[in-house]
């Protein structure tokens, strides 16, 4: 089975300007959260999204958004970017979700720099 | 609010040597303690995890030791190897959060050979 893609590996953007991330988790698995990741503020829960609705979200403003197809790929929009948004941002997948004994698999991230 | 507390930051072991970190945790709601292990370039993989009903937790090298009423638990790495250098993350989740993990600050373990 493949793993978690991401998509795309790398991104430069601008102050002001907006961004979308991809992710396709791993075939058959439905629930999809995303993580933040800076060196400062370490690994933080953004949201997740189960059966296409979202179904848990951490606090980031609301610059932060997701989203997920009926195929359970999703999709996170950062508006407006500011440089304290540069970051790793990871994409995590898992059956069901729900359950707190549930594995999460991670992909490799899509690093933002905001310049 | 910083939920889930790691030490050290960082760790160099020899090769052969025991590996521990620690972690201690605020929320009495958590109920589910993995530890996840980080290779540069790479997202975090599930090492090993522990719910609160057992003290101590063996898969091969890695053991967690589980303290409830200190509200701590820890990761022992037996007989570390130079391929286990790696960041270490504790984490935390309650029942009913979902893929909600809190996470600890990270651990930088550095095997020498």
């Known amino acids: 089975k493949a793993g978690v893609t991401q998509t795309p590996r790398y991104l430069i953007k601008t102050r002001g300007q907006q961004v979308t991330l991809s992710c396709s988790p791993i075939?058959?698995?439905?629930?999809v959260s995303w993580y933040q990741q800076t060196p400062g503020q370490g690994l933080q829960f953004l949201f997740e999204?189960?059966?296409?609705?979202?179904?848990n979200k951490g606090n980031f403003p609301g610059r932060f958004s997701g989203r997920q197809f009926s195929n359970s790929r999703s999709e996170m929009n950062v508006s407006t970017l500011e440089l304290g948004d540069s970051a790793l941002y990871l994409c995590?997948?898992?059956?069901?979700?729900?359950?707190?004994?549930?594995?999460?698999?991670f992909g490799s991230g899509t690093q933002l720099s905001v310049l | 609010q910083q939920q889930v507390k790691q030490s050290p930051q960082s760790l160099i072991v020899q090769k052969g040597g025991i590996s521990i970190i620690n972690c201690a945790y605020e929320?009495?709601?958590?109920?589910?303690f993995p530890w996840y292990q980080q290779f540069p370039g790479k997202g975090p993989a599930l090492l090993i995890a522990i719910r609160p009903d057992v003290s101590e937790k063996k898969e091969g090298r890695f053991t967690i030791s589980f303290n409830k009423s200190a509200k701590q638990f820890s990761l022992h790495i037996m007989d570390s190897q130079p391929g286990d250098s790696a960041t270490y993350f504790c984490?935390?989740?309650?029942?009913?959060?979902?893929?909600?993990?809190?996470f600890g600050e990270g651990t930088q373990l550095t095997v020498n050979p």
């Open positions: 995590a997948s898992s059956p069901r979700g729900g359950s707190t004994n549930e594995k999460l698999f």
């Open positions: 075939s058959g698995h439905r629930s």
């Open positions: 984490a935390a989740s309650r029942r009913g959060s979902g893929s909600r993990l809190t």
């Open positions: 929320n009495t709601a958590f109920d589910y």
């Open positions: 999204y189960f059966s296409e609705t979202q179904r």
